[in-house]
Every structure is written in structure tokens, then in C-alpha cells.
């Protein structure tokens, strides 16, 4: 069985003001919450701007339980554009390039991202 690192979609409750982001590294399963002031405004809290930024630190805040086992194959359980699949890649392959050299392991160049193709995608600005 090929060891997997899942990051599964973020859920934000604007009333208390967490946030929780869930991780699975074959069948362990871990939650990071963060704390937003609470009573925020809901609308806003389900803007699509908002909404991607809750996926996007769902990638980064990932990375301390990925190391767990640092496996080649990341799930996403969320849609990813190509750039934010590019990003993904970035942060766990290249951001933790001393991880890897500290722990001899071979990652650069192996490391699949499989996540569903997000429709959206903007050209970059200016």
C-alpha cells in the first residue's frame, strides 16, 4: 500500500471563530484549528476570497503532520487550480528541501499532487 498524506477541506464556523483544517497520514487523523476573533460576518465567511484562503493555509498548515511520514503522494480532497497545485508542489517539495537533506530522503521530483481541476483560473496581474 502506497503511503498517502491527505489534507481534507477546511470548515470555518463564523459564530465561534474556528477555523479547522483536518489531516490524515494513512489512518492517523489530526486537526489544526485556528481562532478568529468570534461573531464574525458569515456572509463574508462564505465569500469564494475567503473560502480560498482557508484552502490555501490548509496546504501550508499541512506540512508539520506531513513530515509525520513525509509520503510521495499528497491528496487533496478540494478542487486546485494549476497554480495553486504548482504552489502545493513548491511548499512541499522545495520548502522543505533541509528536512529532506536532514533526514536523507529523496523527494524532489517524486512527490504527486492529486487534487480535481479547479475551473477559475485568472491570468497573473501586471
Same mark, same amino acid.
Given at each position: 500500500?502506497?503511503?498517502?498524506?491527505?489534507?481534507?477541506?477546511?470548515? /470555518?464556523?463564523?459564530?465561534?471563530?474556528?477555523?479547522?483544517?483536518?489531516?490524515?497520514v494513512n489512518e492517523l487523523r489530526f486537526t489544526e484549528t485556528l481562532a478568529f476573533p468570534p461573531g464574525g460576518d458569515a456572509?463574508?465567511?462564505?465569500?469564494?476570497? /475567503?473560502?480560498?484562503?482557508?484552502?490555501?493555509?490548509?496546504?501550508?498548515?499541512?506540512?508539520?503532520?506531513?513530515?509525520?511520514?513525509?509520503?510521495?503522494?499528497?491528496?487533496?480532497?478540494f478542487p486546485l487550480t494549476a497554480r495553486e497545485r504548482a504552489f502545493a508542489l513548491d511548499v512541499y517539495e522545495n520548502g522543505l528541501g533541509e528536512f529532506y537533506a536532514r533526514n536523507s530522503l529523496k523527494r524532489f521530483g517524486l512527490i504527486e499532487i492529486e487534487a480535481a481541476e479547479a475551473s477559475g483560473e485568472r491570468p497573473a496581474p501586471p
Open positions: 500500500m502506497t503511503e498517502t498524506f491527505a489534507i481534507e477541506p477546511p470548515a /470555518f464556523d463564523p459564530a465561534t471563530g474556528i477555523a479547522r483544517f483536518g489531516y490524515r456572509e463574508a465567511a462564505r465569500s469564494p476570497a /475567503f473560502l480560498k484562503l482557508l484552502s490555501l493555509a490548509a496546504l501550508v498548515l499541512g506540512v508539520s503532520y506531513y513530515k509525520l511520514r513525509a509520503p510521495t503522494r499528497i491528496e487533496v480532497a
